[in-house]
C-alpha cells in the first residue's frame, strides 16, 4: 500500500502559485519525501526531494512539517505546461529501496 | 541526470505473441527497474533488472510472463510474454544514477496494444 494521501485533483490559475499537499503520517525517520510529475504521455519527471528541511531548486520547493508527517509542494508560478498528475512519494535513503507510486494529484492549470 | 530511450516506442500486438522491449541509457547507473502503467491508472513496479544475475519480481509478477535481462550497465530488456488485452500498458523504465543514488530517472515509455 502506499504510505501518502493526496487530493485526486485540484485546480489553479496559470500565474498563480501551486500548492499541493500530501500526508505521510507513518513516514519513519529515514525516510525521504520524494515529489514526482507525469505530463500526459511522458514518463514521470523527478522535482524535488527532501528528508527534514526544506528544500527549493528551479522547478519547485517543498515545504515538510516539523513532525515530517505532511508535506506541501510548491509551484511559485504556475503555467499551462504545469498541468500534470504530481506523486508525493516516501521512500527509505537506502540504495536498494524502491520508489513506489500513489494515485496522485492531478493538477490543472486553468488560463 | 540519465538520459533514457526505449524502443519501441509504440506497437500493435496479436494475442499469444511476445514483445521485446529494449531500454538503453546514456551512462552508468547502478540499478535498473521496469514498471507498467495500466490505462488510466498510476504505475506499478514490475521488476528490478539486476547486472548479470535474475531479476527481482514484485508481487503478481513472474519471469514466465516478463523475463528481463540486464547485460550490463546501461542496458535492459523487458519480454511481455504470450501477451493477451490485458497486457495493453504503457511500459516504463528508470534507472538510478551511479553517482547520483537518491534520484530516479524514468525513460518515455513503450505504447502496447494487444488485441
Known amino acids: 500500500d502506499a504510505k501518502t494521501t493526496q487530493p485526486t485533483s485540484m485546480d489553479c490559475a496559470e500565474g498563480r502559485a501551486a500548492n499541493l499537499p500530501c500526508n505521510h503520517s507513518t513516514i519513519s525517520g529515514n525516510e525521504y519525501v520524494y515529489w514526482y510529475r507525469q505530463i500526459h504521455s511522458q514518463g514521470p519527471q523527478y522535482i524535488i526531494h527532501g528528508l527534514k528541511n526544506n528544500e527549493t531548486n528551479e522547478m519547485a520547493s517543498l515545504i515538510i512539517t516539523e513532525d515530517r508527517k505532511s508535506s506541501t509542494l510548491i509551484l511559485p508560478h504556475a503555467t499551462l505546461r504545469d498541468t500534470a498528475v504530481y506523486y508525493c512519494i516516501v521512500r527509505d535513503g537506502g540504495a536498494t529501496n524502491k520508489l513506489i507510486f500513489g494515485t496522485g494529484t492531478l493538477l490543472a492549470v486553468q488560463p | 541526470s540519465a538520459v533514457i530511450s526505449q524502443k519501441p516506442s509504440r506497437d500493435i500486438c496479436q494475442r499469444g505473441t511476445s514483445l521485446t522491449i529494449q531500454c538503453q541509457v546514456d551512462?552508468?547507473?547502478?540499478?535498473m527497474f521496469w514498471y507498467r502503467q495500466q490505462p488510466g491508472q498510476s504505475l506499478t513496479l514490475i521488476a528490478t533488472?539486476?547486472?548479470?544475475?535474475?531479476?527481482?519480481?514484485e508481487s503478481g509478477f513472474v519471469i514466465d510472463k516478463f523475463p528481463i535481462s540486464r547485460p550490463n550497465l546501461t542496458f535492459s530488456t523487458l519480454t511481455v510474454s504470450n501477451m493477451s488485452p490485458e497486457d495493453s500498458s504503457i511500459y516504463l523504465c528508470?534507472?538510478?544514477?551511479?553517482?547520483?543514488?537518491?534520484?530516479?530517472?524514468f525513460g518515455p515509455g513503450t505504447r502496447l496494444l494487444v488485441l
Open positions: 551512462s552508468q547507473v547502478t540499478m
Open positions: 533488472a539486476n547486472q548479470g544475475s535474475e531479476a527481482t519480481y
Open positions: 528508470s534507472v538510478r544514477h551511479l553517482l547520483n543514488r537518491e534520484t530516479q530517472y
